[in-house]
């Protein structure tokens, strides 16, 4: 870790954030609402993955987290070079939602893998920068699916896609409630969906989970929102489909 990375940078801000707050100086001004909520939402983002793997022993859980802390502090001076840490922070973050929840997450080719009492999901995860590179992110994912499910006949695949940097290029929060922002998914979905019906799915890649996280602030002391669509890869809804969606209900159930 750095004196520097992304992580210090968003807990410092905070910090001026609240000594500001507690003098009740003027301080505050150095630190404005949108860096402050953006500095929040990834402090919280990754306590989350904190609180998930603490525990963990992994090795590549270490070598990602490395990777994750690395880039620019704020997202809106992101470019294709520096793109990798919150492009890997978005796996451990979805990862943490699911061990948070319950489920058990492994470090697995391709992303990673959910273990449900049922059933396991192996998940490929991919963060467009723009509303072109959607058709390019499921192509990719469904490739490394395809080659990783061929050898293992018991799992299924997952197309993992976050849309917050589409969403959001970090100038802005948003300032709806859930429901709008999951319309705004399904919106997207309805768009893009005809751009992966020719993208090759192995058979067991029943799903593409569409995923969005954005700083929030509507007036109720709700700091970040998310939302999260899942559709099914290809062809009518199949009994694996079903399945997924039974696991998914079962794990997000108890927090429901």
Not at 7 to 25: C, F, G, M, P, S
Not at 86 to 100: P, Q
Not at 187 to 203: M, S
């Amino acid at each position: 870790m750095r004196s520097m990375d992304r992580a210090h940078y968003a807990i410092r801000k905070l910090e001026r954030a609240q000594q500001a707050h507690a003098e009740a100086t003027e301080k505050a001004i150095e630190v404005s609402k949108l860096d402050y909520l953006f500095a929040l939402t990834e402090a919280l983002e990754l306590r989350d993955v904190y609180c998930a793997f603490k525990d963990h022993p992994s090795d590549e859980l270490r070598e990602r987290l490395t990777r994750a802390f690395s880039g620019p502090p704020l997202p809106q001076a992101e470019t294709k070079k520096n793109r990798d840490g919150r492009n890997i922070m978005f796996e451990l973050a979805l990862g943490s939602e699911w061990t948070l929840l319950g489920g058990k997450v492994e470090f697995l080719e391709p992303d990673l893998c959910l273990r449900t009492p049922h059933r396991s999901y192996l998940v490929a995860c991919k963060r467009p920068e723009n509303d072109h590179g959607i058709r390019a992110a499921v192509k990719d994912a469904a490739s490394q699916l395809r080659s990783v499910l061929e050898t293992q006949n018991e799992n299924f695949g997952i197309v993992a896609i976050s849309l917050s940097r589409i969403l959001n290029h970090g100038d802005t929060y948003f300032s709806g409630r859930y429901e709008q922002l999951s319309n705004i998914l399904n919106d997207l979905i309805a768009v893009h969906r005809k751009d992966w019906r020719t993208t090759e799915f192995h058979p067991r890649n029943i799903a593409i989970l569409v995923y969005a996280h954005t700083p929030a602030n509507w007036g109720a002391g709700l700091y970040r929102l998310s939302a999260m669509r899942m559709v099914q890869a290809f062809g009518d809804f199949s009994g694996d489909h079903h399945n997924l969606r039974s696991d998914m209900t079962e794990l997000y159930a108890v927090h429901t």
